[in-house]
């Protein structure tokens, strides 16, 4: 197997030597005179909605939908082969990768001919093509960077994709296309745009733009030449040819009965009258093709020959349109050859309509279990990556077995495809993206395990526990002595919380250096009794509070010193109505009559604001007589503006010790929440649980946790874009058009991946999520959050399903969250919030073992705490990645994780030493490259466009300059990218 492997190796390397040039040079003509038309032959391929990833590419359950992606590309080949002027695009790497590897060799190397000619062409090229809304920026460039890399290595410079295209996804993000302009991408088309906005553009001429990613980098790096597809990603009306459709072929022998050549051509040319009356150039695209189509690549290229054939013999009757088969390259570089001056777009593409009462909006909040999962995975995929650093090839190959991070991050590639993260897809699909991350969780706890027996020596019985946030571990509820590793994954130290569910009542915890830990034991609320069911036993829980060194790893020995029957906790009192509870940086006030949250001071900063914070549903509609339309998977419409609230009055209790303070409230007996502070802790946690929720009563119901304050907000509040930039948002309103608002709620929802605000001029009122969410301020002075929703109706946009969710007892799925809530001024807010939304998505990692090992190498003690950094990074640095790359080398990723109007402290320039940064091994032969690692920085030329208001076509900056990785200077919102050879310093040889 190695063998052939080498000869198809060594196969394509002659090949790539012999390549002709694969660029816009192999486009096929389109003249200046005429008015040209490009056809994208394409297919769309979901990976998963209706059917699984595997029922898509073997084409099984076609009840439920016809579509088999392995038949399409085996049935576009030959076509590609037969004919050189024809073209075809693909865009998802995680199918086309599968059948590659199932291909023969001269069948690669007749692909790899096509790749090179320009006949066949990777367009976008992420492992799936990502959501925009619901989706983290750290797992957006991981899906990316996995599936270019494969086409790098497969194709070479030749396969490496020059235009982004997210035909299908729900609104578009600014975030993403400044990620798309730093991965070197010269251009972005998509296929969906609000109704009103397509509407005004069109009439103005404005359907293609440059998109301005970013106003922390020197003008131009971050833009990107933007278009609007004149037909989502359909073809023109009656010009389709697929097994999938119903127009009728071209029939052009003028002796047959129903010829019809006559009447294809009239209607193609009243189709492109009326497109090119709405876009500038003289060329035009259209997309011939959809969802899964080209299973029979004949029918489809048969036709479009004939269309071709028979619209340009009309140029000798003095016609002015010329057809051509087309790629988005080709047609990206008709547009810039054109040397128009085009508008600026500084806002995003949210939200996403596509009728008056159609706001897709639901999709932000839908299915928060799943989302949740995700995100907790993407943190356990860092981890994962750095160990396998950090430990070197034992990681791979050691005691618990042989195992990579290659499993969870196609799992995770596969989780960022719009109906996958978005909450969109059928049930059974979910359930399979669900199955695929826990198998790439299961393959790198073997990794992590074999990583820490390396860096710890000792030979562990390592255990995970995933259910921790439900209070189950069964290590820790049954061992009397058990040992808690906690690796941060963090470039700076992190004091971290450990709260553990246990079944004794008092314990002994001792840190690295055997010093004594304070420790506390609370009771097990009755909330997670009731959410775990049978599935733990633990009456408590060991709470205790240690600082974990940057990109390191501390173990506690935890000791049970008592087994009494009975035990008071202090503070756990049958008081109902809590007043206040109070660390050294927050005071929370409590509503002595209603039990509701009533005020939040900052006692560091002496800010206080009046506050009122409680949970409200709407009821989802099912249609009225003005609009069938009804809420669902995508779509988020209240049958009325004003939410129901739980409850004017919660029952409650307070627990409080040295480490923490807690209020329980109880709203229904589905919905509760824990409002927390910890011991130096600069924040208040609020932990909510909800579900089952209800249904008999015959509504569907979303569920939010409103904020309501005293601030005099104007209908401004501010939303994050994928983690990063921060937007501002003006009720009723969008940027470049005038709104007719229709939806008063639904139509003022954005994504909240990680945070919302809401200021004045002296007080800023900030809320964390842990997982993305749909998020607005409805009225003045108010954050409202949607954190769960359970449907009875389907919302009639493909997935013929409502979002009921069963979950584990056919009830309804029952979620549980966290909230963080900042008080501060506007002036100094960053410096706490862009920290702690890193916190949040890189938390550090529990790992536990019964503390029986013994050392694993000979001569070496264990070693109970360790650092891979020489010293921690400042606070505006971010180290996003480390991970394996080849053999010997590694990704590195640092970030400036700050906006440049952010932070007096922290908006500033920053220089590191990548010599130095790392303890355990050392890097060199350091190669800058784009963000998603597949060119380097040094060959990056991307087109330049000229924008309104611009005397000369826009410059972009040098990168040519030497590297000197001693001294690397990252900048606001900065992200640069390097591939290093690693080198290990003083490894251990393993015991026999």
Known sequence: MEHLRLRVLLLLLCLWSLAESCGVETCNKAPNEFLNVHLIPHTHNDVGWLKTVDQYYYGALNEIQHAGVQYILDSVIPQLISDPGKRFIYVETAFFSRWWEQQNEALRRDVLRLVQEGRLEFINGGWSMNDEAATHYNAIIDQMTLGLQFLQTTFGDCGRPRVAWHIDPFGHSREQASLFAQMGFDGFFFGRLDYQDKLNREQIKDMEMVWRGSDDFIPHFADLFTGVLPNGYNPPSGFCWDLLCSDSPIMDDPTLEDYNADLVLNTFFKAVQSQSQHYRSNHIVMTMGSDFQYENANLWFKNMDKLIKLVNSQQAKGSKVNVLYSTPTCYLNALNNANLSWSVKYDDFFPYADGPHQFWTGYFTSRPAFKRYERMSNNFLQICNQLEVIAGPESRDGPYGTSNSTVLRR?????????????????????????????????????????????????????????????????????STFTVYVYNPLGQSITWNVRLPVNGLKYKVSGPSGDVVQNEVVAVSDFTKAVRRDKGTASSELIFQYSVPPLGLSSFSVVQLSRQERFFYKGHTKMKLPKTIENQFYRVDFDPETGLISGLHNLEKQISLTLKQTFYWYNASIGNSDNSQSSGAYIFRPNQSNPSPFTKVVNSYMVQNSLVQEVYQNFSSWCSQVVRLYKGQKYVELEWTLGPIPNDDGWGKEIISRFETTLKTGGVFYTDANGRQILKRRRDSRETWKLNQTEP??????????????????????????RSQGGSSINDGSVELMVHRRLLYDDYRGVGEALLEPGEYGQGIVVRGRHILLLDNPRDSADMHRPLALHEYMSPHIILSPSDSVPYYSGLDSQKQFSALGAELPQNVHLLTLAQYSANSVILRLEHPFQGHDSVNFSQPVTVNLQTMFSSFTLSNFVETTLSANLEKSKLKRMEWRTSGDHKASSLPNFKSKLDPSQVTLKPMEIRTFLATIQYNNRPHWDS
């Open 411 to 479: 799992a995770m590639g596969v989780a960022q495809h719009h109906d996958a993260v978005t909450g969109t897809a059928k049930q059974h699909v979910t359930n399979d993206y669900a199955f695929r991350l826990s198998k790439g969780w299961d393959a790198c706890q073997v990794l992590v395990k074999n990583a820490l027996s390396k860096l710890t020596r000792t030979k562990e019985k390592f255990m995970f526990c995933n259910l921790m946030n439900i209070s189950v571990c069964p290590i820790t509820e049954t061992s």
């Open 745 to 770: 709620v639904a139509g003022n929802y954005y994504p909240v991946n990680s945070r919302i605000y809401i200021q004045d001029q002296n007080t800023q009122f900030t809320v964390l999520t842990d």
